[in-house]
């Protein structure tokens, strides 16, 4: 297992159990988007080969329809490339590399920027447009904070891991 490591100073480092913790949530979601990119296929092998379902056809346009399964394709591949990003992230963090920890660190700072952004173009700032906006700050600014703590930062800076 590498969750050893010598820090530039010499001393010995230990993966902390936040990184291990976020590299799991990783790992679930690269999971999961492999399960939805496996279904976007499903989906749009279904409709290729049956046709579209009676019941969409007076809700839809035709050539909404029609666009229908390429779609779902595309939205499948995109979910298989964030997958192996989500993949490759999880491994970094339980390796011990920094790049990991820095695009992480950048699209949470893009996360909340988008969250912002998201909450002031929706315009209406009721109870629960606050609080999901609250949360969705909040949380990404927890696991920046975490990412910058000293200990943290230490183990992605460690070398000769084991």
Known sequence: MTDVGVSPYGRTCRRPLGVTILAALEIIWGILLVIAALGMFAAAGMIAYDGVPPELMDMVS?????????????????????AIIYFALAWGFLKGRNW???????????????????????????????????????????????????????????????
């Open 62 to 82: 035709p050539d909404v329809l029609q666009a229908l399964p390429m779609t779902w394709v595309v939205m499948g591949i995109m979910f298989m490339v964030f």
């Open 100 to 162: 990991s920890r820095a695009i992480v660190m950048i699209l949470l700072i893009l996360s909340i920027i988008s969250s912002i952004l998201g909450a002031i173009m929706y315009g209406s700032m009721n109870t629960d447009t606050l609080v999901s906006l609250g949360i969705s700050i909040i949380i990404p600014i927890i696991i920046l904070w975490y990412l910058a703590l000293n200990h943290v930062a230490n183990w992605f800076h460690c070398r000769e891991r084991r």
